[in-house]
């Protein structure tokens, strides 16, 4: 049997090898696979209409978001966006179809009541696995939405891995976007 020290040994060496990689890549080649991911989420249009998605806030060297904000605001979509604020936790915008991306802090909403969350990471596996940056927040707010919304990876193809070392806390997504396409994780259940 694996350590829990093993697990976490693994995890760390798989974050620094996936952050070298995305220091390696270069803007223009985010900023490409990023249009191509909104493009894949775009066609495959996951949420229903009136709806309310969880989106990511983008940093720096994740698959950017905002186009797809803007897209789902026009459409009439509810969108908001976690903010990890350190403990004790997470605050919550709400993006508006104004001028800014995201203007307003807003309670956090009923969590039965998202539709789609899409999650970031460092590293994917298609059986789900991901790794995060280590502090739990998008675990913790997996286990608490409900069965029915989709649970959406979203990362750069050379993000994806064999496997992911997980512990039993580590909730898996449901579906996987990357710029070469949408994939549904294996084992993992219809509503992801």
Request: glycine content about 10%; overall charge positive.
């Amino acid at each position: 049997m694996i350590s829990s020290e093993d697990i976490e040994r693994a995890k760390q060496d798989l974050r620094e090898r996936m952050n070298a990689w995305r220091r390696a890549t270069t803007a223009a080649q985010r900023r490409r696979w990023s249009e191509r991911i909104v493009r894949h989420l775009w066609d495959w249009h996951p949420w229903p209409a009136g709806g309310l998605v969880l989106v990511y806030r983008s940093l720096r060297l994740e698959p950017e978001t905002a186009s797809l904000v803007r897209h789902l605001l026009a459409e009439g979509t509810r969108v908001v966006e976690p903010v990890a604020d350190g403990p004790p936790g997470v605050r919550w915008w709400t993006a508006e179809p104004a001028a800014r991306r995201s203007s307003q802090e807003v309670a956090g909403p009923p969590l039965a009541a998202i539709h789609v969350v899409l999650v970031p990471g460092l590293a994917f596996d298609r059986g789900g696995g991901r790794l995060g940056r280590g502090r739990g927040y998008y675990d913790r707010l997996l286990a608490e939405l409900a069965p029915h919304c989709l649970r959406i990876g979203v990362a750069f193809a050379g993000q994806v891995v064999e496997r992911v070392p997980r512990q039993a806390w580590d909730l898996p997504v449901g579906y996987l976007v990357t710029e070469d396409g949408v994939a549904p994780c294996r084992g993992a259940s219809k509503d992801g």
